[in-house]
């Protein structure tokens, strides 16, 4: 009977292995290298004096006759501004696989600074005047689609509101109630009235509460609370940037922390927030230096990109 039962035991210990093993096998992560085209977001660039300087710019574009990246190389005139084309941007898709079924994780985008990478972008100074630079971004506008407003909480001025028109993602940093983009580059605006989600009034508990949604205009010639009668110069959107970095409270890097700031909060802006980061929205060059992306700018337009975000759940990368 003990020598049955011994055998019985080693038969199941010998089977759960094999078991084991076998799930162990069939469970695997499977990577995918994909491509996808963005744009480049701007950078800015002009002498800390006003002089004229020249400077030479090296990034990567995306060529329809090679199908590819390819170096764009220029020697340009301060002021100018450069970005906005598209580039290839290659990431990895991470599946695992459960036997036949196949569950995804995660989008990772693979960083490139190299020639011909998407993140590619070399700026020699070849003056003798010190260079200031600024980032701008250039996401494209997106709105809550109608199950996603009616999934948020309840809108307590619904009336007033078009609900079609409530930004999800647009481009930073927000001025006055409106992205810089849109003071230097009005034609990239979307030529309508906008709808943020703004404040939120607490009911019989915390979560009891409605929102309360504001409008923007981002059309010529109003855009937030601005008025204008021509499009900011590239040396006035700079120095917006430079007011910023010095004392604060001026640029924003969404309607949340523009909300806040005129509710009194003096932390929400570009200075408190990034002083400590990689990713940088304004920079000087020294005269006869080169400034080599290696993370510091936010160059390709990838959702996030301004904290240096590389793993998305979703497409919205």
């Known amino acids: 009977m003990k020598k049955i039962l011994l055998h019985f035991a080693v038969l199941t210990a010998v089977f759960l292995s ?43 574009v995306y060529s329809n006759l090679s199908g590819g990246n390819i170096v764009k190389i220029q020697t340009l005139s301060t002021p100018f501004v450069i970005g906005g084309e598209q580039v290839m941007v290659k990431y990895d898709s991470l599946y695992t696989s459960y036997g036949k079924n196949m569950q995804h994780l995660h989008r990772k985008l693979q960083k490139n600074y190299n020639e011909k990478g998407a993140d590619h972008l070399v ?58 983009l849109y003071l230097f580059k009005p034609e990239l605006a979307p030529q309508t ?22 409008k923007f205009p981002l059309k010529t010639p109003n855009f937030g609370e601005l008025s204008l009668s021509a499009p900011m110069s590239i040396d006035e959107v700079i120095n917006l940037y430079k007011e910023e970095f010095a004392r604060g409270n001026l640029l924003f890097t969404n309607y949340n922390g523009y909300h806040a ?23 000087i060059i020294s005269a006869g230096a080169t400034l080599e992306n290696n993370g510091q700018l936010w160059f390709v337009n990838t959702k996030d990109g301004d904290i240096g975000r590389t793993v998305f759940s979703n497409d919205r990368m």
Request: charged letters at 25%; hydrophobic letters at 30%.
């Open 18 to 60: 094999l078991q084991w093993s076998c799930e162990k096998d069939d469970d695997e992560t499977i990577i995918e290298t994909k491509s996808k085209l963005f744009e480049h977001n701007y950078v800015l660039v002009n002498t800390l004096d006003g002089s004229t300087a020249q400077v030479e710019v090296s990034y990567s």
């Open 123 to 180: 700026i020699k100074n070849l003056s003798g005047s010190a260079l200031q630079y600024a980032v701008v971004s250039h996401l494209p506008v997106k709105y809550f689609s109608r199950s996603e407003v009616n999934s948020n909480p309840e809108i307590g001025n619904k009336n007033e509101v078009d609900i079609s028109k409530i930004l999800k993602d647009y481009s930073l940093p927000i001025y006055k109630g409106t992205p810089v």
């Open 193 to 214: 009235d906008v709808y943020v989600y703004w404040e939120r009034i607490i009911g019989n508990s915390a979560y009891d509460y409605t929102v309360f949604v504001k």
């Open 261 to 283: 700031y005129s509710l009194g909060a003096t932390d929400r802006s570009l200075k408190p927030n990034y002083e400590k980061q990689i990713v940088k929205w304004y920079g």
